[in-house]
Protein backbone atom coordinates (compact mmCIF):
# COMPACT_ATOMS: atom_id res chain seq x y z
CA UNK A 1 0.00 0.00 0.00
CA UNK A 2 3.06 2.25 1.22
CA UNK A 3 4.27 1.71 -2.83
CA UNK A 4 0.91 2.78 -4.65
CA UNK A 5 0.75 5.97 -2.28
CA UNK A 6 4.15 6.71 -3.34
CA UNK A 7 3.47 6.35 -6.80
CA UNK A 8 -0.03 8.16 -6.69
CA UNK A 9 1.81 11.55 -5.00
CA UNK A 10 4.40 11.38 -7.77
CA UNK A 11 1.53 11.51 -10.28
CA UNK A 12 -0.15 14.31 -8.64
CA UNK A 13 2.72 16.27 -7.93
CA UNK A 14 3.61 16.45 -11.64
CA UNK A 15 -0.18 16.74 -12.76
CA UNK A 16 -0.14 19.66 -10.82
CA UNK A 17 3.20 21.09 -12.04
CA UNK A 18 2.29 20.72 -15.83
CA UNK A 19 0.41 23.98 -16.84
CA UNK A 20 -3.24 23.65 -17.66
CA UNK A 21 -6.09 25.31 -19.97
CA UNK A 22 -9.66 24.70 -18.61
CA UNK A 23 -8.44 21.68 -16.97
CA UNK A 24 -6.57 20.27 -19.73
CA UNK A 25 -2.91 19.48 -19.80
CA UNK A 26 -1.18 22.38 -22.48
CA UNK A 27 2.31 21.35 -23.79
CA UNK A 28 5.37 23.70 -24.02
CA UNK A 29 5.67 24.75 -27.34
CA UNK A 30 8.89 23.13 -29.44
CA UNK A 31 8.82 20.45 -27.23
CA UNK A 32 8.33 17.97 -29.82
CA UNK A 33 11.14 19.88 -32.31
CA UNK A 34 13.81 19.81 -28.86
CA UNK A 35 13.00 15.95 -29.01
CA UNK A 36 13.82 15.11 -32.91
CA UNK A 37 16.72 17.35 -32.39
CA UNK A 38 17.95 15.32 -29.70
CA UNK A 39 17.16 12.32 -31.51
CA UNK A 40 19.16 13.56 -34.48
CA UNK A 41 22.19 14.62 -32.70
CA UNK A 42 22.67 11.30 -30.78
CA UNK A 43 23.26 9.23 -34.21
CA UNK A 44 25.11 12.48 -35.75
CA UNK A 45 27.82 11.80 -33.14
CA UNK A 46 27.90 8.01 -33.79
CA UNK A 47 30.02 6.16 -35.95
CA UNK A 48 28.50 5.16 -39.62
CA UNK A 49 27.70 1.41 -40.02
CA UNK A 50 26.27 1.94 -43.58
CA UNK A 51 28.69 0.95 -46.66
CA UNK A 52 28.71 3.76 -49.39
CA UNK A 53 27.58 1.15 -51.80
CA UNK A 54 28.59 1.20 -54.65
CA UNK A 55 31.47 3.31 -53.88
CA UNK A 56 32.43 0.49 -51.19
CA UNK A 57 32.39 -3.16 -52.48
CA UNK A 58 30.70 -5.24 -49.85
CA UNK A 59 32.95 -7.87 -48.16
CA UNK A 60 31.01 -11.21 -48.95
CA UNK A 61 31.91 -14.82 -47.78
CA UNK A 62 34.79 -16.21 -49.69
CA UNK A 63 32.17 -19.25 -50.51
CA UNK A 64 28.58 -16.80 -50.68
CA UNK A 65 26.16 -18.11 -53.62
CA UNK A 66 25.17 -15.57 -56.18
CA UNK A 67 24.59 -16.58 -59.80
CA UNK A 68 25.27 -19.79 -61.20
CA UNK A 69 27.90 -19.83 -63.98
CA UNK A 70 28.62 -21.80 -66.90
CA UNK A 71 32.03 -23.33 -68.13
CA UNK A 72 30.79 -23.88 -71.49
CA UNK A 73 33.54 -26.31 -72.72
CA UNK A 74 32.65 -28.89 -69.91
CA UNK A 75 29.06 -28.42 -71.18
CA UNK A 76 28.05 -32.04 -73.34
CA UNK A 77 24.62 -31.22 -73.92
CA UNK A 78 23.12 -33.96 -71.91
CA UNK A 79 19.91 -31.59 -70.81
CA UNK A 80 19.96 -32.92 -67.62
CA UNK A 81 19.68 -29.75 -65.86
CA UNK A 82 17.63 -28.38 -68.03
CA UNK A 83 15.46 -31.36 -66.95
CA UNK A 84 15.89 -31.10 -63.47
CA UNK A 85 14.85 -27.65 -62.83
CA UNK A 86 11.66 -27.10 -61.06
CA UNK A 87 11.55 -23.69 -62.70
CA UNK A 88 12.33 -24.66 -66.03
CA UNK A 89 14.02 -21.14 -66.64
CA UNK A 90 17.06 -23.02 -68.87
CA UNK A 91 17.01 -23.21 -72.27
CA UNK A 92 19.34 -25.20 -74.10
CA UNK A 93 19.74 -25.21 -77.91
CA UNK A 94 22.06 -27.44 -79.89
CA UNK A 95 23.59 -29.25 -83.25
CA UNK A 96 24.77 -32.40 -83.91
CA UNK A 97 28.39 -32.76 -85.91
CA UNK A 98 30.09 -35.59 -86.83
CA UNK A 99 33.89 -35.82 -86.78
CA UNK A 100 36.08 -37.92 -88.26
CA UNK A 101 38.07 -40.68 -86.10
CA UNK A 102 42.04 -40.64 -85.87
CA UNK A 103 42.29 -44.25 -86.86
CA UNK A 104 39.85 -44.73 -89.19
CA UNK A 105 36.26 -46.53 -88.91
CA UNK A 106 32.94 -44.89 -88.37
CA UNK A 107 31.98 -41.13 -87.81
CA UNK A 108 31.83 -40.52 -84.65
CA UNK A 109 28.45 -37.73 -83.66
CA UNK A 110 28.81 -34.83 -81.00
CA UNK A 111 26.20 -32.47 -79.93
CA UNK A 112 27.79 -28.56 -80.25
CA UNK A 113 26.12 -26.19 -77.72
CA UNK A 114 24.30 -23.29 -79.70
CA UNK A 115 22.10 -21.82 -76.92
CA UNK A 116 22.29 -21.54 -73.11
CA UNK A 117 20.59 -19.54 -71.04
CA UNK A 118 19.09 -19.29 -67.51
CA UNK A 119 15.68 -16.59 -66.76
CA UNK A 120 16.87 -15.49 -63.52
CA UNK A 121 13.55 -13.70 -63.30
CA UNK A 122 12.02 -17.12 -62.78
CA UNK A 123 15.26 -19.01 -60.93
CA UNK A 124 14.83 -19.62 -56.81
CA UNK A 125 18.46 -20.09 -56.37
CA UNK A 126 17.97 -24.13 -55.62
CA UNK A 127 20.77 -25.52 -56.93
CA UNK A 128 19.41 -28.52 -58.09
CA UNK A 129 21.08 -27.82 -61.52
CA UNK A 130 24.65 -27.54 -60.16
CA UNK A 131 24.16 -30.63 -57.82
CA UNK A 132 22.67 -33.06 -60.96
CA UNK A 133 25.28 -31.84 -63.64
CA UNK A 134 28.01 -34.88 -64.16
CA UNK A 135 30.45 -32.98 -65.73
CA UNK A 136 30.91 -30.05 -63.62
CA UNK A 137 29.69 -27.09 -66.44
CA UNK A 138 27.55 -25.31 -63.57
CA UNK A 139 29.15 -23.67 -60.70
CA UNK A 140 28.09 -21.06 -57.84
CA UNK A 141 29.65 -17.94 -58.73
CA UNK A 142 30.10 -14.59 -56.04
CA UNK A 143 28.76 -12.27 -58.36
CA UNK A 144 25.06 -10.64 -57.25
CA UNK A 145 25.51 -7.32 -59.72
CA UNK A 146 23.47 -8.90 -62.51
CA UNK A 147 20.11 -6.31 -61.94
CA UNK A 148 18.33 -4.79 -65.02
CA UNK A 149 16.01 -2.32 -65.79
CA UNK A 150 13.54 -4.38 -67.54
CA UNK A 151 12.55 -7.60 -66.44
CA UNK A 152 12.77 -9.12 -70.10
CA UNK A 153 16.64 -8.35 -69.81
CA UNK A 154 17.36 -10.64 -66.87
CA UNK A 155 18.15 -14.30 -69.05
CA UNK A 156 21.58 -13.82 -69.63
CA UNK A 157 22.95 -16.14 -72.39
CA UNK A 158 26.14 -18.29 -72.21
CA UNK A 159 28.64 -15.63 -72.88
CA UNK A 160 27.67 -13.82 -69.43
CA UNK A 161 27.55 -16.99 -67.46
CA UNK A 162 30.91 -18.03 -69.14
CA UNK A 163 32.03 -14.69 -67.47
CA UNK A 164 30.66 -15.43 -64.08
CA UNK A 165 33.03 -18.38 -63.42
CA UNK A 166 36.06 -16.49 -63.61
CA UNK A 167 35.01 -14.98 -60.22
CA UNK A 168 34.49 -18.55 -58.64
CA UNK A 169 36.98 -19.64 -55.69
CA UNK A 170 38.87 -22.89 -56.13
CA UNK A 171 37.36 -25.41 -53.91
CA UNK A 172 38.27 -25.64 -49.81
CA UNK A 173 41.53 -27.57 -48.71
CA UNK A 174 41.18 -31.19 -47.94
CA UNK A 175 40.58 -31.56 -44.02
CA UNK A 176 43.41 -33.17 -41.93
CA UNK A 177 44.24 -36.62 -42.69
CA UNK A 178 41.98 -36.95 -45.92
CA UNK A 179 43.55 -38.81 -48.67
CA UNK A 180 43.67 -36.88 -52.11
CA UNK A 181 41.61 -38.36 -54.85
CA UNK A 182 44.18 -39.04 -56.94
CA UNK A 183 46.09 -41.18 -54.54
CA UNK A 184 42.14 -43.37 -53.94
CA UNK A 185 41.87 -43.95 -57.66
CA UNK A 186 45.23 -44.84 -58.05
CA UNK A 187 45.72 -47.36 -55.06
CA UNK A 188 42.00 -48.18 -56.47
CA UNK A 189 42.82 -48.97 -59.59
CA UNK A 190 45.25 -52.03 -59.52
CA UNK A 191 43.19 -53.74 -56.92
CA UNK A 192 39.52 -53.39 -58.96
CA UNK A 193 41.83 -54.96 -62.29
CA UNK A 194 43.50 -57.68 -60.33
CA UNK A 195 40.07 -58.75 -58.32
CA UNK A 196 37.82 -58.46 -61.27
CA UNK A 197 38.34 -61.81 -62.32
CA UNK A 198 37.50 -63.14 -59.00
CA UNK A 199 34.56 -61.44 -58.46
CA UNK A 200 33.74 -62.26 -62.06
CA UNK A 201 34.25 -66.20 -60.02
CA UNK A 202 32.11 -65.07 -57.06
CA UNK A 203 29.34 -63.81 -58.69
CA UNK A 204 28.66 -66.92 -60.60
CA UNK A 205 29.79 -69.77 -57.83
CA UNK A 206 26.34 -69.16 -56.02
CA UNK A 207 24.08 -69.59 -59.70
CA UNK A 208 22.61 -73.23 -60.66
CA UNK A 209 25.23 -73.20 -63.39
CA UNK A 210 28.35 -72.75 -61.77
CA UNK A 211 29.88 -75.89 -61.16
CA UNK A 212 29.03 -76.95 -64.29
CA UNK A 213 30.88 -74.22 -65.89
CA UNK A 214 34.00 -74.20 -63.80
CA UNK A 215 34.32 -78.21 -64.59
CA UNK A 216 34.81 -77.68 -68.34
CA UNK A 217 37.41 -74.70 -67.97
CA UNK A 218 39.75 -76.39 -65.46
CA UNK A 219 40.61 -79.69 -68.05
CA UNK A 220 41.30 -77.20 -70.84
CA UNK A 221 44.01 -75.25 -69.22
CA UNK A 222 46.70 -77.81 -70.55
CA UNK A 223 46.21 -76.92 -74.20
CA UNK A 224 47.28 -73.70 -74.75
CA UNK A 225 50.72 -74.65 -73.42
CA UNK A 226 51.21 -77.51 -75.99
CA UNK A 227 50.13 -75.19 -78.91
CA UNK A 228 53.28 -72.80 -78.88
CA UNK A 229 53.50 -71.54 -82.50
CA UNK A 230 49.95 -70.61 -82.42
CA UNK A 231 50.59 -68.22 -78.98
CA UNK A 232 53.69 -66.75 -80.91
CA UNK A 233 52.07 -66.31 -83.95
CA UNK A 234 49.22 -64.53 -81.74
CA UNK A 235 51.42 -62.33 -79.95
CA UNK A 236 52.31 -59.44 -82.25
CA UNK A 237 48.51 -59.31 -82.42
CA UNK A 238 48.44 -58.06 -79.56
CA UNK A 239 49.69 -54.65 -79.80
CA UNK A 240 48.65 -54.13 -83.26
CA UNK A 241 45.34 -54.39 -81.61
CA UNK A 242 46.19 -51.96 -79.16
CA UNK A 243 47.86 -49.39 -81.20
CA UNK A 244 44.50 -48.18 -82.81
CA UNK A 245 42.61 -47.95 -79.26
CA UNK A 246 45.53 -45.56 -77.63
CA UNK A 247 45.45 -43.13 -80.23
CA UNK A 248 42.14 -41.93 -79.73
CA UNK A 249 42.37 -41.65 -76.46
CA UNK A 250 45.37 -39.30 -76.18
CA UNK A 251 43.55 -36.66 -78.58
CA UNK A 252 41.12 -35.65 -75.98
CA UNK A 253 44.08 -34.88 -73.73
CA UNK A 254 44.96 -31.75 -76.08
CA UNK A 255 46.23 -28.87 -74.50
CA UNK A 256 47.11 -25.37 -75.89
CA UNK A 257 48.68 -22.96 -73.70
CA UNK A 258 47.58 -19.48 -74.52
CA UNK A 259 49.55 -16.60 -76.77
CA UNK A 260 51.75 -14.53 -74.54
CA UNK A 261 51.45 -11.48 -76.50
CA UNK A 262 47.58 -11.80 -76.92
CA UNK A 263 47.11 -12.36 -73.63
CA UNK A 264 49.37 -9.40 -72.30
CA UNK A 265 47.08 -7.23 -75.18
CA UNK A 266 43.79 -8.35 -73.88
CA UNK A 267 44.60 -7.89 -69.99
CA UNK A 268 46.07 -4.55 -70.83
CA UNK A 269 42.82 -3.62 -72.41
CA UNK A 270 40.46 -4.98 -70.28
CA UNK A 271 42.07 -3.57 -67.11
CA UNK A 272 42.01 -0.09 -68.77
CA UNK A 273 38.32 -0.41 -69.47
CA UNK A 274 37.99 -0.62 -65.44
CA UNK A 275 37.38 -4.38 -65.55
CA UNK A 276 37.37 -6.61 -62.63
CA UNK A 277 40.70 -8.60 -62.45
CA UNK A 278 39.25 -12.24 -62.84
CA UNK A 279 37.15 -10.91 -65.48
CA UNK A 280 40.17 -9.40 -66.94
CA UNK A 281 42.28 -12.82 -66.96
CA UNK A 282 39.57 -14.89 -67.78
CA UNK A 283 39.13 -12.70 -70.78
CA UNK A 284 42.53 -12.69 -71.57
CA UNK A 285 43.37 -16.25 -71.38
CA UNK A 286 40.40 -17.13 -73.89
CA UNK A 287 41.58 -14.44 -76.22
CA UNK A 288 45.32 -16.48 -76.11
CA UNK A 289 44.39 -20.09 -76.50
CA UNK A 290 42.30 -19.11 -79.59
CA UNK A 291 45.40 -17.25 -80.96
CA UNK A 292 47.03 -19.84 -80.05
CA UNK A 293 44.89 -22.39 -81.97
CA UNK A 294 44.70 -20.15 -85.05
CA UNK A 295 48.35 -20.09 -85.34
CA UNK A 296 48.79 -24.18 -84.83
CA UNK A 297 45.97 -24.67 -87.64
CA UNK A 298 47.49 -21.85 -89.57
Not at 169 to 198: I, K, M, R, S, Y
Request: net charge negative.
Amino acid sequence: MAIDTEQEVGAAAAAAAEPRTNGKRRSVPGTGLLKGLGVTLKHMLRRSVTQQYPHEKPNLPPRSRGVIALKEENCTVCYLCSRECPDWCIYIDAHKETHEPIGGGRGRSVKVLDRFAIDYALCMYCGICVEVCPFDALFWSPEFEYAEYDILNMTHEKERLEEWTYKVLPPPPLEDGAEPPGVVEAEAGPAEATGGTQVAAQSQAPGAKGPEVAAPTAPPAPAPQAEAPPSTAEAPAAPAAAAPAAAPAAAPAEHVEPDQETFDRVLAEEIAKGTDRRVAEGRARAAGVRAARKKAAG
